[in-house]
């Protein structure tokens, strides 16, 4: 029973430091279908089973992408679909060096007394579906909890609500040999200042960590997916870069416990080349006890779905624009990105 337990965690601790393998990171394709059809909407693409498919055959296929990405969070649609020539999407990712993860929480839904505060919902079922996906190829899963900065909010009890529920999603997946993604994210949207977002974030991961402990998650097995310390979208004096790094670095030293192998940020609606930039900021300010990458969706995917607009001529030329998000990211995660490289062909 001990010997199973050490095997199975040495198995999570390899695919964790897989995850976040230097100079890689993870791209989020997790998009439900509601927000697919956003992206699709503003390129006016119907938002049909094949055209789904059709991109993310797009981006998992894009010559060169490999390099940088280590794996790929895909939807319950996804993880089913296949490649044109008929190899299911996990498979083909498998073979070209990038492990398959899954989105398995069923979204943030109003917290019922808790006006304009979200819990994330997914519990029930889960360890059934996490055996499903297993066999399906995934390797990891995700988990997003949503925090939003407003009057009054978030309060301590939002919070500790979705810790718990990050944290039983956490134990659940870890159970199933699953790698989990913990991402608890504080919104950007609004007009708040850095030092509330630091504040906020703060307390956030200081209770993240304490229910994981509670729940006796393994954490060398596991990756954390967080927003950076940032102003908020709407704020008049948004913090430069420089205090953007220092302050998401400053906040993860007295949360993140070394033994955790690597945080892989979320973009949360930072454009591109900003998220880009933040990442790089963050490595140069290493050594740090953790790998430090992208989890990114918006930030990866951005571009490549605008050269692409849904025409069958412009597939290669976002193809080349996705690998060279992937490899300026890449780059980023050891610091040696420099927005010269922007112009520069992939
Ligand atoms: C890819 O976007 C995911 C959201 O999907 P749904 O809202 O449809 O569930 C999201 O969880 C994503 O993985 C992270 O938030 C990171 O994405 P961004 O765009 O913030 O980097």
């Known amino acids: 029973?001990?010997?199973?337990?050490?095997?199975?965690?040495?198995?999570?601790?390899?695919?964790?430091?897989?995850?976040?393998?230097?100079?890689?990171?993870?791209?989020?394709?997790?998009?439900?279908?509601?927000t697919i059809k956003k992206r699709f909407d503003a390129i006016k693409l119907e938002s049909t089973e094949e055209h789904r498919r059709l991109y993310r055959e797009l981006l998992f296929t894009a010559p060169g992408g490999a390099e940088w990405i280590s794996g790929v969070i895909l939807y319950d649609e996804t993880i089913r679909q296949k490649t044109k020539d008929g190899t299911p999407f996990p498979e083909y990712l498998t073979k070209r060096g990038m492990l398959p993860g899954i989105k398995v929480d069923t979204g943030a839904k109003p917290f019922a007394g808790f006006a304009g505060e979200t819990i994330t919902e997914g519990l029930d079922g889960l360890r059934e579906r996490l055996g499903e996906y297993r066999?399906?190829?995934?390797?990891?899963?995700?988990?997003?909890?949503?925090i939003d900065i407003g009057d009054g909010i978030p309060t301590p009890y939002a919070i500790q609500a979705n810790a718990h529920a990050l944290a039983r999603y956490a134990a659940l997946c870890q159970e199933a040999d699953i790698v989990p993604i913990v991402e608890p994210e504080v919104l950007m949207d609004g007009a708040h200042s850095i030092e509330r977002c630091e504040q906020v974030t703060d307390a956030v991961l200081a209770r993240v960590f304490g229910e994981l402990f509670e729940h006796r998650v393994y954490l060398e097995g596991m990756v954390l997916k967080p927003n950076m310390v940032i102003s908020g979208k709407k704020a008049a004096n948004?913090?430069?870069?420089?205090?953007?790094?220092?302050?998401?670095?400053?906040?993860?030293?007295?949360?993140?416990?070394?033994?955790?192998?690597?945080?892989?940020?979320l973009s949360g609606g930072q454009s591109p080349t900003e998220a880009t930039q933040h990442l790089s900021?963050?490595?140069?300010?290493?050594?740090?006890?953790?790998s430090l990458t992208f989890s990114y969706g918006r930030a990866?995917?951005?571009?490549?779905?605008?050269?692409?607009?849904?025409?069958?001529?412009?597939f290669?030329?976002?193809?080349?624009?996705?690998?060279?998000r992937a490899k300026l990211n890449g780059l980023a995660t050891t610091g040696r990105y420099s927005q010269e490289m922007e112009s520069q062909a992939a």
Not at 9 to 23: F, Q, Y
Not at 245 to 259: E, F, G, I, M, Y
Not at 300 to 314: C, F, H, R, V
Not at 316 to 324: L, P, T
């Open 238 to 265: 948004r913090a430069p870069p420089e205090a953007v790094a220092a302050a998401t670095v400053r906040c993860l030293k007295r949360h993140v416990p070394p033994a955790v192998p690597g945080i892989a940020f």
């Open 281 to 290: 900021l963050i490595n140069k300010l290493g050594p740090l006890p953790w």
């Open 1 to 34: 029973m001990l010997e199973d337990w050490t095997m199975n965690r040495s198995e999570l601790a390899r695919v964790a430091n897989a995850m976040v393998a230097k100079n890689k990171g993870i791209l989020a394709a997790d998009e439900s279908t509601g």
């Open 316 to 324: 290669g030329s976002a193809q080349q624009e996705f690998a060279k």
């Open 300 to 314: 990866l995917q951005d571009t490549a779905l605008k050269a692409w607009g849904g025409a069958a001529a412009n």
């Open 135 to 146: 066999n399906l190829g995934a390797r990891f899963a995700k988990w997003r909890a949503v």
